[in-house]
């Protein structure tokens, strides 16, 4: 019974530090732009290269 208490306070822990991680990418603005990422792969810039070697 001592093993499920203990399982259970470490569970409630980690999810606890998920949550705290989460609420703190969306206050520091991680989560807003969410256009350009999904179009970054269509429209990739080609880097210029040197023909002449």
Request: contains cysteine; aromatic residues 10%.
């Amino acid at each position: 019974m001592s093993v499920i208490i203990l399982l259970l306070g470490a569970s409630l822990t980690v999810a606890l530090i998920f949550l705290a991680a989460f609420c703190w990418s969306v206050k520091t603005g991680q989560m807003e732009d969410d256009y350009s990422p999904a179009h970054r792969i269509l429209f990739e810039e080609k880097k210029e290269t040197d023909q002449n070697k």
